[in-house]
């Protein structure tokens, strides 16, 4: 099996100009995209997992990155959700900056497989400042497919 | 340096691996070689034995649970949450390397042969220790390991076979089988001795799983059984599971075409290694326990009615020596012969020496609580117990786990003892029991000052000696909790 970025993700599920200004309205704007892409299906269940991991402590990083994200039964596929804050989104950072960078990833319950590993790759990428940097000036939607695609394989 | 490290978040999909990746990128920038478990949902990349063994240092990147955790025993290490890791990372891995460096005494061995074992230290060469500081500190991992598997059993085994002793009396219950008449002592006592005679098995089964992953669990836990029929006691089990987990990781090194690598670890190793320890411990370690129980039986008859302060000293030395092996069997066995022959005085100090090894360890645990690791800790609980019932078990997992420091102390004190019960002239009518037949005893109060003083001697001699190579059990460096758990 070829297992490709465009697995997880497209450009549908990416918008450069999150409106959200807190974490739950974010959490709900990114949702909003996995479930018109018919990735998510139970939409409430899925926030609710989303929601009890954040509560455990917040997913945002001192880099300006946010990794919220949720196991349910909910979930059609394993897929993952990216906004782009022109303002910033508070998740909770150690040092509380806000995270310009979000990724909601939706995962379904039960047995892993390759689709997580591919969503974990793309998590260590997160840690790199190049890919951050990329991922902040990217114009379009398409760029940003481009820039995960070019970076995270299996 | 070589760091071992472990990241964990709850869900284990996104933390685990940003933690993971920040942890190596900081370590190779320091240039440092690192091996990270990934204990995440996406597969898991596991630290082999191998890799654990030649690290310096631990790093835990953790919101959830570790698993088996007790792989890592004995590893200085640096705990901090997850986002710390990937936050800071730079600043995670000078911890560790600052808590390498602060715990020389932890990659000593336990054999207490190095020192200054610390890269920069002056170095003085370890006399004629034929093995390296760090050769060392992998073998105490290795004996922490399997010490860590084997603790429930002795915990679970030795408190019920206490139970056994309070509720059916400690001699009845020995008498009559629970498949032969019911009574609740008999069942505990059943229940308790069948945990127990697990101990020098998963003692083995484990040092070799340490050192050799899981092909060594099966020739370690045969050669642990075949070191309980030879009657090898702990130490016997010690060596079992050394020689299976050299075996196997030799095994390991023969290069083997790729088609036959799948069978190799489920069946070639277990087979080659099970075989080869086995023979070993029949061929080569049977005879010889049996010919040193013969010469010490004679020895200990010839001594009968000379010194009577003297024998106590001996077998009070021989009770503590390897607990439940075949030194400990020849003075018990003694002690039981002249029971039956109506002399009532060696048994009293059969006794008095058995209960003070886990009572004088139980002691030096409250003492000096940082010489000893967390499940040390736990032990020791259990081993008032277990020291108070005649369970001499309870100290097996001190002596496993640091022998060449332990099993000296605890010699002292029963022998202390020993010699204390046969100078007061204390006597004991039972072959069994600790303070459940104190009923049984002759001149009791003197017999309980003589366990009492011969705890006392134990417990501070062990600590001292723990000093020696300054180690402390487990050097934990803890994360100040700066972060709250954000809400």
């Known amino acids: 099996m070829n297992l490709t970025i465009d697995d997880i993700t497209s450009e549908a599920l990416v918008t450069l100009d999150l409106d959200s200004t807190d974490r739950w309205a974010a959490i709900d704007e990114l949702a909003d995209l996995l479930q018109a892409d018919g990735r998510v299906t139970d939409k409430d269940a899925f926030v609710r997992a989303v929601r009890q991991r954040e509560e455990t402590g917040g997913t945002g990083m001192e880099m300006g990155i946010a990794i919220p994200h949720g196991k349910s039964a909910g979930v059609a596929k394993p897929s993952v959700a990216f906004g782009r804050s022109p303002t910033g989104v508070d998740f909770g950072a150690g040092d509380d900056t806000p995270a310009d960078l979000v990724f909601l990833i939706a995962a379904p319950e039960g047995e892993s497989d390759l689709h997580i590993t591919l969503l974990s790759r793309l998590a260590r990428k997160l840690v790199h400042d190049e890919f951050r940097d990329a991922l902040r000036s990217a114009a379009t939607p398409a760029d940003v497919i481009h820039i995960i695609r070019e970076e995270v394989t299996l | 340096m070589k760091i071992v490290a472990v990241t964990s978040c709850p869900t284990g999909i996104a933390h685990t691996y940003m933690a993971a990746e920040a942890l190596e990128r900081a370590a190779k920038a320091a240039g440092h070689d690192i091996v990270v478990e990934t204990q995440g949902s996406a597969g898991s990349e596991t630290a082999s034995a191998e890799d654990i063994g030649a690290a310096d240092v631990l790093i835990l990147a953790a919101d959830a649970a570790v698993r088996e955790p007790e792989r890592f025993a004995g590893l200085p290490r640096v705990e901090v949450k997850v986002a710390e890791a990937i936050n800071r990372a730079g600043e995670v891995v000078t911890r560790a390397e600052q808590a390498a460096h602060a715990a020389p005494a932890a990659a000593a061995p336990a054999a207490g042969t190095a020192t200054a074992a610390s890269a920069e230290g002056p170095g003085e060469p370890a006399g004629d220790a034929p093995a390296t500081s760090s050769k060392g500190g992998a073998v105490r991992r290795w004996l922490m390991t399997g010490v860590s598997y084997m603790i429930p059993f002795v915990a679970a085994g030795g408190i019920l076979i206490a139970l056994a002793f309070a509720i059916g009396g400690a001699v009845e ?41 899981r092909p060594g669990i099966a020739p370690g836990v045969v050669g642990g059984l075949l070191a309980n029929e030879i009657g090898a006691g702990f130490l016997g089990g010690i060596a079992a599971g050394l020689l299976a987990g050299a075996i196997v990781m030799a095994l390991k090194k023969i290069a083997v075409p790729a088609g036959f690598r799948g069978i190799m670890p489920v069946l070639v190793y277990p087979l080659l290694g099970t075989f080869a320890v086995g023979a070993i411990m029949i ?205």
Not at chain 2, 195 to 211: E, N, Q, T
Not at chain 2, 390 to 404: C, H, N, S, V, W
Not at chain 2, 419 to 440: C, D, E, K, S
């Open chain 2, 173 to 213: 219950v020995t008498e009559v089988s629970v498949y032969d008449e019911f009574s609740v002592g008999a069942l505990l006592f059943e229940i308790g001795g069948m945990a127990f005679s697990m101990l020098v098995p998963i003692l083995a089964g484990f040092i070799a799983y340490a050192m050799a992953d």
């Open chain 2, 283 to 487: 061929l080569l370690i049977g005879e010889p326990i049996a010919a040193v129980t013969d010469g010490l039986t004679g020895a200990l008859e010839d001594m009968q009615g000379t010194n009577a302060v003297l024998l106590g000293v001996i077998l009070g030395l021989m009770m503590a020596f390897d607990m439940g092996g075949p030194i400990n069997k020849v003075a018990y066995t003694f002690g039981l012969a002249a029971l039956e022959a109506g002399q009532f005085a060696p048994m009293g100090a059969v006794m008095a020496a058995g209960m003070t090894p886990p009572l004088g360890l139980a002691l030096a645990t409250v003492l000096a609580k940082r010489r000893y690791t967390p499940p040390e800790r736990e032990a020791g609980k259990a081993a008032w117990l277990m020291g108070a019932s005649f369970i001499t078990e309870g100290a097996i997992p001190f002596a496993a786990a640091d022998p060449l420091r332990v099993i000296p102390a605890i010699m002292a004190g029963s022998a202390v003892a020993g010699g204390l019960a046969m100078a007061f002239n204390t006597t004991l009518q039972a072959p069994h029991g600790g303070i459940f037949v104190v009923g049984l005893v002759g001149n009791w109060p003197l017999y309980l000052l003589a366990i009492a003083v011969g705890t006392v001697v134990t417990a501070l001699l062990v600590n001292l000696l723990k000093r020696v190579g300054a180690t402390t059990a487990d050097v934990v460096a803890k994360t100040p909790a700066e972060e709250p758990v954000h809400a």
